[in-house]
C-alpha cells in the first residue's frame, strides 16, 4: 500500500517571473513595492459537482501547502460564476455544502483560512460593474477560452463574456497579491492587471498587480481517463473520464482499470507519444511523492498499483467528507464565519474603489458622527 502525507511541501510551486514577458508587464503596471503590500493568497472552485483528482492536485493540495507555510489565504466558493450555465437551485445548495465538506475534509483550516462564498459578499457583483465599464468587449471576445465556448453555444449569455472581469473583481476586492492558476487561466488574469493599470491610470492607485502562482510540473495537469488529449474535468458527460474525491476504492479501481493507455506493454513517461500511460505515471507520481523516472523503473501492473495509490489519497478525504457532510448546519457555520470575515475586507476596499471612482455616499469621518448625534440630541 502506498505512503502518502497529505500535507508534505508542495515541490513544484513556483512564482511566475520565470516567464518574462509577464514579469516585464507586472513591472511596468505597479510601482508599488513588494512591501507596501501584503502578501495575500486567493484562489477559488465552482460548486458544479464535486473534485475531481485533478483539482486536488492541481489546486486544492497547494491551498493546503500554501495555508500550512502560513500565507493568508482566501478560497472562494464561485457559485456566481457557476451561474454562466444553468444550476439546479437545489443541486446548486447541496453542491455548495459538498463542496465545503471536501475542502475541509483534504485540509482546509478555516481557522487560518478564510473560506467564503462569494455571492453573499455583494461587493463581488459592485466591483465587476466598475470593472465592466473599463473592460473593452473587443479584449473579452477576443480570449480563447470565450471564443472556444461560444463557438458551442447558439445564443451566448453575456456572462460568459464577463466571466474574466468577474474574477478579476474576485482577485482585487481583497487586493489579492497573489493567484494560483493553471496555464489555461493565464490569461484571465492578464485581464485582471489590465484593468489594473487602467484603473490607476484613470483614478489613482488601490489595487496590487495579482502575480500567478504556477506549477513548473505538468504532471498536476491531469488527463480524462478516456481521452488523454483532454484535461480531466467535471464537465466531461462521460463520469468514467474522471476520479472524483466521493468515489468508492471500487469505483476507482475499476475507472483505473478502463482507462485508455496503448498496446506497447513497456511502461514509459512520455506525455507526448503515450498521453495515456503517462497520465497514469503522473498519478502514481503525485500519490507518492516520486518522480517518473521512479516510477517507470518499479512499476509492475501499473493499472493495479496506481488504483491502490489512489485509493489510499482519497480514502481518508472521503471518509472525512462523509463525517462532516452529516453535520450541515456545521459546514453553513463555517461559510457564514468565513463570509463576515471576507466582507470586512471587500468592503474596506470598495470603500477606498468608490471614493477615488466619485460613486456612493462616503463614509462621514467620526467628529463629523458625533457632531451629528450631539445635534439630534434632545
Not at 468508492?248 to 475507472?255: G, L
Not at 495515456?276 to 493495479?304: F, Q, R
Request: a neutral charge; glycine letters at 4%; proline letters at 7%.
Amino acid at each position: 500500500m502506498c505512503r502518502f502525507n497529505d500535507f508534505r511541501p508542495f515541490l513544484f510551486l513556483r512564482h511566475v517571473p520565470i516567464l518574462h514577458h509577464w514579469e516585464a508587464f507586472v513591472t511596468t503596471t505597479n510601482n508599488l513595492s513588494d512591501e507596501e503590500w501584503p502578501r495575500r493568497v486567493l484562489s477559488g472552485i465552482q460548486p458544479t459537482g464535486g473534485i475531481h483528482l485533478g483539482n486536488y492536485f492541481g489546486a486544492v493540495r497547494r491551498w493546503v501547502e500554501l495555508q500550512d507555510t502560513g500565507d493568508d489565504l482566501m478560497i472562494c466558493i464561485a457559485d456566481l460564476h457557476s451561474l454562466t450555465t444553468y444550476q439546479d437551485p437545489q443541486i446548486l445548495q447541496q453542491n455548495i455544502l459538498e463542496l465545503t465538506a471536501y475542502l475541509l475534509a483534504s485540509g482546509i483550516d478555516p481557522e487560518r483560512s478564510i473560506l467564503f462564498l462569494q455571492s453573499s459578499v455583494p461587493r463581488h457583483s459592485e466591483l465587476c460593474w466598475i470593472l465592466t465599464c473599463m473592460a473593452t468587449y473587443a479584449r473579452l471576445a477576443h480570449l480563447p477560452q470565450y471564443k472556444e465556448k461560444s463557438a458551442t453555444i447558439r445564443e451566448v449569455p453575456l456572462g460568459l463574456l464577463l466571466y474574466p472581469v468577474l474574477q478579476a473583481a474576485d482577485v482585487l476586492l481583497y487586493r489579492a497579491t497573489h493567484v494560483p492558476v493553471g496555464v489555461d487561466q493565464l490569461q484571465h488574469l492578464q485581464v485582471a492587471t489590465q484593468l489594473v493599470r487602467t484603473f490607476h491610470h484613470r483614478y489613482g492607485r488601490v489595487f496590487p498587480t495579482p502575480i500567478p502562482l504556477l506549477s513548473d510540473d505538468d504532471s498536476v495537469r491531469l488527463k480524462s481517463l478516456r481521452d488523454p488529449s483532454k484535461k480531466m474535468s467535471k464537465s466531461d458527460p462521460n463520469t468514467k473520464s474522471r476520479i472524483m474525491l466521493s468515489d468508492s476504492d471500487e469505483a476507482i479501481m475499476n475507472k483505473i482499470k478502463r482507462a485508455v493507455t496503448d498496446f506497447t506493454p513497456q511502461i514509459t513517461y512520455d506525455p507526448e507519444t503515450r498521453p495515456g500511460v503517462s497520465n497514469l505515471v503522473a498519478m502514481h507520481c503525485l500519490s507518492t511523492d516520486k518522480v517518473p523516472e521512479e516510477v517507470v523503473e518499479e512499476v509492475d501492473g501499473i493499472k493495479k498499483l496506481v488504483g491502490e495509490c489512489i485509493c489510499s489519497v482519497v480514502a481518508p478525504i472521503r471518509e472525512r467528507a462523509q463525517q462532516l457532510l452529516a453535520r450541515p448546519a456545521l459546514l453553513r457555520d463555517v461559510l457564514r464565519v468565513g463570509t463576515a470575515r471576507a466582507r470586512t475586507r471587500a468592503d474596506q476596499t470598495y470603500e477606498d474603489v468608490a471614493r477615488l471612482v466619485g460613486v456612493g455616499i462616503p463614509t462621514p469621518s467620526a467628529h463629523i458622527l458625533r457632531s451629528a448625534s450631539q445635534t439630534s440630541a434632545p
